[in-house]
């Protein structure tokens, strides 16, 4: 039997990045399916046809090209989306890279950008979507953390630390807005099968490379789902980002949830 799907976002508008796959893609599908309007966005056309295609080429479904580390390309893509849908109630900063490498061995460019696109990409989206998400009688954001800013994982220094950032950028942004009534929360996704995490992903926003050839495993013995199920589509990060920005979320603010099937307890 399948599951009935809540109709939470009848008359809504959400403006989601990182949208031509993995976590991102499986958002804009399970908000189309409870009945918002979706602008997804993609540094990828490729990514985001396929979204297209997966939705059915559903008619609450536009698209639009954008690259959240480019701050002409964000400005332009959040006016179109703006257009498109009206207004905006929810931002979803799903768009993200991983690069992992020893940091003895990492340039200063893969540092930097990995900064660039996670947390300076997600900067500015919520700022050029403010006025906005302002004018919104129910607006939320919900940006992408990991488990890597609060938990050891090993290779990936700058993800990390750009995923810290977003942590703590979520904390003051709830708190400089709550009396505009705009709630702002983080997701912490770890062991989730994904673009990102194998390496699949066609865009540029939402991939990385794998582990270095010479890591030791051995200091990966404690990221390990206890759950005991392996890795978690991807479908069960975006049930959490639907609940978040919704009217169940309406009491959440501030806050991260973690979403790891264990691995982290």
Same mark, same amino acid.
């Given at each position: 039997?399948?599951?009935?799907?809540?109709?939470?976002?009848?008359?809504?508008?959400?403006?989601i990045?990182g949208?031509?796959?993995?976590?991102?893609?499986?958002?804009?599908?399970r908000?189309?399916?409870?009945?918002?309007?979706?602008?997804?966005?993609?540094?990828?056309?490729?990514?985001?046809?396929?979204?297209?295609?997966?939705?059915?080429?559903?008619?609450?479904?536009?698209?639009?090209?954008?690259?959240?580390?480019?701050?002409?390309?964000?400005?332009?893509?959040?006016?179109?989306?703006?257009?498109?849908?009206?207004?905006?109630?929810?931002?979803?900063?799903?768009?993200?890279?991983?690069?992992s490498?020893?940091?003895?061995?990492?340039?200063?460019?893969?540092?930097?950008?990995?900064?660039?696109v996670?947390?300076?990409?997600?900067?500015?989206? +919520?700022?050029?979507?403010?006025?906005?998400? +302002?004018?919104?009688?129910?607006?939320?954001?919900?940006?992408?953390?990991?488990?890597?800013?609060?938990?050891?994982?090993?290779?990936?220094?700058?993800?990390?630390?750009?995923?810290?950032?977003?942590?703590?950028? =979520?904390?003051?942004?709830?708190?400089?807005?709550?009396?505009?009534? +705009?709630?702002? =929360?983080?997701?912490?996704?770890?062991?989730?099968?994904?673009?990102?995490?194998?390496?699949?992903?066609?865009?540029?926003?939402?991939?990385?490379?794998?582990?270095?050839?010479?890591?030791?495993?051995?200091?990966?013995?404690?990221?390990?789902?206890?759950?005991?199920?392996?890795?978690?589509?991807?479908?069960?990060?975006?049930g959490?980002?639907?609940?978040?920005?919704?009217?169940?979320?309406?009491?959440?603010?501030? %806050?991260?949830?973690?979403?790891?099937?264990? %691995?982290?307890?």
């Amino acid at each position: 039997m399948s599951a009935v799907v809540p109709a939470r976002y009848e008359g809504r508008r959400a403006l989601i990045t990182g949208a031509g796959s993995g976590i991102g893609q499986a958002t804009v599908l399970r908000i189309l399916a409870e009945g918002g309007t979706v602008v997804a966005a993609d540094v990828s056309e490729a990514g985001l046809a396929d979204t297209v295609g997966k939705s059915g080429g559903h008619d609450r479904l536009t698209t639009v090209v954008v690259d959240v580390a480019d701050e002409a390309s964000v400005t332009a893509g959040v006016a179109a989306a703006r257009k498109a849908l009206g207004g905006i109630d929810v931002l979803v900063n799903a768009a993200g890279i991983l690069r992992s490498s020893r940091t003895e061995t990492t340039s200063l460019a893969d540092f930097e950008l990995v900064i660039r696109v996670n947390l300076v990409g997600t900067f500015l989206m +919520i700022r050029e979507s403010l006025p906005a998400l +302002i004018e919104s009688d129910d607006a939320a954001v919900v940006n992408f953390s990991s488990t890597s800013a609060m938990f050891a994982h090993p290779y990936m220094a700058a993800y990390a630390a750009s995923k810290g950032g977003i942590q703590s950028m =979520t904390h003051a942004l709830a708190a400089e807005y709550a009396k505009q009534g +705009i709630r702002f =929360t983080a997701v912490q996704p770890s062991s989730i099968s994904s673009g990102m995490t194998d390496g699949s992903g066609e865009s540029g926003q939402s991939r990385g490379p794998g582990l270095p050839e010479d890591a030791d495993f051995g200091l990966f013995a404690k990221l390990l789902p206890a759950l005991g199920q392996g890795f978690a589509g991807p479908e069960t990060v975006a049930g959490v980002v639907a609940m978040l920005a919704s009217s169940d979320g309406a009491f959440i603010t501030g %806050t991260e949830v973690r979403v790891d099937g264990g %691995t982290h307890f």
